[in-house]
T-cell receptor, first 113, second 114 residues
Framework: SQKIEQNSEALNIQEGKTATLTCNYTNYSPAYLQWYRQDPGRGPVFLLLIRENEKEKRKERLKVTFDTTLKQSLFHITASQPADSATYLCALDLLDSWGKLQFGAGTQVVVTP | DGGITQSPKYLFRKEGQNVTLSCEQNLNHDAMYWYRQDPGQGLRLIYYSQIVNDFQKGDIAEGYSVSREKKESFPLTVTSAQKNPTAFYLC?????????????FGPGTRLTVL
């Protein structure tokens, strides 16, 4: 069966450290992989998109890697801040899916001062 | 300000009632989507529309209906046939000429069945 797995346990991290989140998938062949941030009671906000032929993408303090052999994406928040506390969702963008995304359940990140 | 609006923010429904959730966007996006989010689960696609007057079922369409009479609007009706409608409902849109764009989400509607 098709699955997208993100750590269900919250990631507690001290301010200034790097948070690393994992997104694993099975029986999918995504053309793109996207990461979103969601705050409680609000809609997700797009952060980064990485294509299947890209190994790494960066945006300010965020870095995403995409390994299609391992079927895994890693999402890093460097120099984390309390304002980074949120739930982070990965989403698979499949070839010929006409923009439909398959979402993981998300991982909550809590950054403490 | 361009964006997506959803209303109401909170909605309470008695069993057996149909309710309609509003979604409006002024981003000039062609494609619009409705998702349902339950605790501990990923967003699940209910319906989507790629163009005006056309829409397709997503993964969990049973008990829901939609219309797309205008580009800006994509309302979702939760019918009495939906057995477990209590959830957080999110509307999204994506646009431009590319097929693979990020999705822009509205603030969501939390529906509770009393």
């Amino acid at each position: 069966s098709q699955k997208i797995e993100q750590n269900s346990e919250a990631l507690n991290i001290q301010e200034g450290k790097t948070a690393t989140l994992t997104c694993n998938y099975t029986n999918y062949s995504p053309a793109y992989l996207q990461w979103y941030r969601q705050d409680p009671g609000r809609g997700p906000v797009f952060l980064l998109l990485i294509r299947e032929n890209e190994k790494e993408k960066r945006k300010e303090r965020l870095k995403v890697t995409f390994d299609t052999t391992l079927k895994q994406s890693l999402f890093h928040i460097t120099a984390s801040q309390p304002a980074d506390s949120a739930t982070y969702l990965c989403a698979l963008d499949l070839l010929d899916s006409w923009g439909k995304l398959q979402f993981g359940a998300g991982t909550q990140v809590v950054v403490t001062p | 300000d361009g964006g997506i609006t959803q209303s109401p923010k909170y909605l309470f429904r008695k069993e057996g009632q149909n309710v309609t959730l509003s979604c409006e966007q002024n981003l000039n996006h062609d494609a619009m989507y409705w998702y349902r989010q339950d605790p501990g689960q990923g967003l699940r696609l209910i319906y989507y529309s790629q163009i005006v007057n056309d829409f397709q079922k997503g993964d969990i369409a049973e008990g829901y209906s939609v219309s797309r009479e205008k580009k800006e609007s994509f309302p979702l009706t939760v019918t009495s046939a939906q057995k477990n409608p209590t959830a957080f409902y999110l509307c999204a849109s994506t646009g431009g000429t590319l097929l693979y764009n990020e999705q822009f989400f509205g603030p969501g509607t939390r529906l509770t069945v009393l």
